[in-house]
């Protein structure tokens, strides 16, 4: 091998991102770009794709693609599929990113959290993930190489009683990697997950405030809050061929909350 940097290079190929015109999603998108890949931001949020996708045009022409999609619906699912198919003719890497969280009410007790907000927060945070695998796996299947990266989080571990719905969602999330894993073994492809912990994105920021953010809520070794570019360095080695032989994982990235 010439140059070990090589490994994380993705020039030639196509990433999608669930929610990835904001938040979090927003730094996965542009990282995924800065090495090379081309890039589909796709998001709920009609301005903030277009505001992303332009400021990420800037910097990397012709690499990038806005699409509005919501993830709880498999109809729009199956289009954007197809328009990705379109016009870059297949996909490698996808990053199920697009989940409930900032948007969630803030809550003193677990209880009287209503059926309607129970139904939206599994068919966006779990359900979402196994129709977009299975929507995109043909496309994934056919490059012989591919990557798919869920993205969970430390609450699958320890849980929180304030988000106990958000909280069940992510063991189930970490569930789905390893039985996906296990159900696409011999096709090239791999599926791993990141679990953050807590993290000052700007959306969360923005719904919970500064002062919420300020110091983790639970003791870590690392003695401050995440910010999104802790992220993208774990990203971007489960989305590259520095990963070949990791496949059914889930990496905390939590400044040492969890050891597992």
Request: aromatic letters at 6%.
């Amino acid at each position: 091998m010439d140059n070990v940097l090589d490994l994380f290079r993705l020039d030639s190929k196509v990433a999608l991102v669930t929610g990835g015109s904001k938040g979090i999603g927003r730094h996965y998108a542009e990282a995924l770009a800065q090495a090379g890949a081309r890039v589909v931001v796709a998001d709920i949020d009609r301005a903030t794709i277009e505001e992303t996708t332009t400021r990420l045009e800037a910097s990397h022409p012709s690499q990038v693609m806005g699409l509005y999609l919501d993830v709880a619906d498999r109809g729009l699912i199956e289009r954007a599929v197809a328009e990705i198919d379109e016009h870059w003719g297949g996909l490698d890497i996808l990053v199920n990113n697009a989940g409930l969280y900032a948007a969630l009410p803030n809550r003193e007790s677990a209880w009287g959290i209503p059926d309607d907000e129970w139904d939206r927060i599994l068919a966006v945070n779990v359900r979402s993930i196994y129709v977009m695998t299975e929507v995109c796996l043909p496309l994934l299947e056919r490059g012989g190489w591919g990557r798919i990266v869920n993205i969970s989080s430390g609450l699958a571990i320890r849980g929180s009683p304030r988000l106990i719905h958000y909280s069940a969602t992510k063991p189930a999330v970490t569930n789905l990697t390893r039985t996906t894993a296990l159900a696409v073994a011999g096709t090239g492809i791999t599926v791993n997950s990141i679990g953050p912990g807590m993290n000052a994105s700007e959306t969360a920021l923005a719904a919970r405030g500064a002062e919420y953010y300020r110091k983790p809520v639970a003791p870590q070794v690392i003695d401050r809050v995440g910010v999104p570019s802790d992220l993208v360095g774990t990203l971007l080695y489960l989305a590259s061929p520095a990963s070949d032989f990791v496949t059914g994982q889930m990496i905390l990235v939590d400044g040492g909350g969890i050891f597992h």
